[in-house]
């Protein structure tokens, strides 16, 4: 993995860090275009650096050949491409669902939490009233932070905001402090923050964590967008 010193602190945001994009996936998951075609989209919009972020899970069999891929593609490439994935938190108690060689070997390492594992289930936000899911997406945030073994945390409240459009001030400031202690990355990310970055950014601004900027593309169309309105509004 990519050291914290790869990362730069919120108060240190330069137009150059922002023209990066660390969380997007490609046709090797969920996303809907190639790698080449994400790098052609990101270097047409002035981008200097990604990483293809695609999801992984323990049982996942398609690493080696997806290392492979991005690094011939960075090779031939006018814009830095490195090896990345996003990860689930898997339990309470912070592991994540991804091999230890697996995280040794990827740029960026990112987990989020997505769904709610509670006994042999998981669960969606929706499924709770809104106060006991925001609250246990915060304890599984704050687990996976204690825990370690990424850099990169993704989309803090994201499941919450979506279902309920609404995370507490007070628990994404928990994270962004436990973010800071732990030396990991804050996703700001296109796909959940854009609404709230009025809230966010103070609070960033206050503890000065490490940043990853993230469009969580799943296709091309937004590529470059979210750089663009996080100049506007940070520079």
Same mark, same amino acid.
């Given at each position: 993995m990519k050291s914290i010193s790869f990362f730069k602190r919120f108060n240190e945001l330069s137009s150059t860090y922002l023209d990066t994009d660390f969380h997007l996936h490609s046709t090797w998951?969920?996303?809907?275009?190639?790698?080449?075609?994400?790098?052609?989209?990101?270097?047409?919009?002035?981008?200097?650096?990604?990483?293809?972020?695609?999801?992984?899970?323990?049982?996942?069999?398609? @690493?080696d050949d997806y290392e492979k891929e991005i690094q011939f593609i960075n090779s031939q490439s006018d814009i830095d491409v490195h090896v990345g994935f996003e990860a689930k938190v898997a339990d309470f108690f912070g592991n994540i669902d991804v091999k230890r060689e697996v995280s040794e070997r990827a740029d960026i390492a990112i987990v989020s939490v997505h769904r709610y594992p509670l006994g042999n289930r998981l669960y969606k936000a929706s499924d709770f009233k809104k106060?006991?899911?925001?609250?246990?997406?915060?304890?599984l945030s704050l687990a996976a932070l204690n825990k370690g073994?990424?850099?990169? @945390?993704?989309?803090?409240?994201?499941m919450s905001d979506t279902h309920f459009k609404e995370f507490p001030v007070d628990f994404y400031e928990k994270i962004i402090r436990c973010c800071l202690k732990n030396e990991i990355a804050f996703d700001l990310s296109g796909r959940y923050h854009l609404k709230r970055l009025d809230v966010l950014?103070?609070?960033?601004?206050?503890?000065?964590?490490?940043?990853?900027i993230g469009s969580d593309s799943h296709n091309i169309k937004p590529i470059g967008r979210w750089n663009r309105q996080l100049k506007e509004y940070i520079l």
């Open positions: 998951t969920d996303g809907k275009n190639t790698i080449q075609e994400i790098v052609n989209i990101a270097h047409k919009n002035h981008l200097n650096s990604i990483a293809i972020t695609d999801h992984i899970r323990k049982e996942s069999t398609y @690493f106060e006991i899911a925001q609250e246990i997406e915060l304890e073994g990424f850099n990169v @945390f993704g989309h803090a409240g994201g950014c103070p609070l960033l601004n206050k503890y000065n964590p490490f940043i990853s």
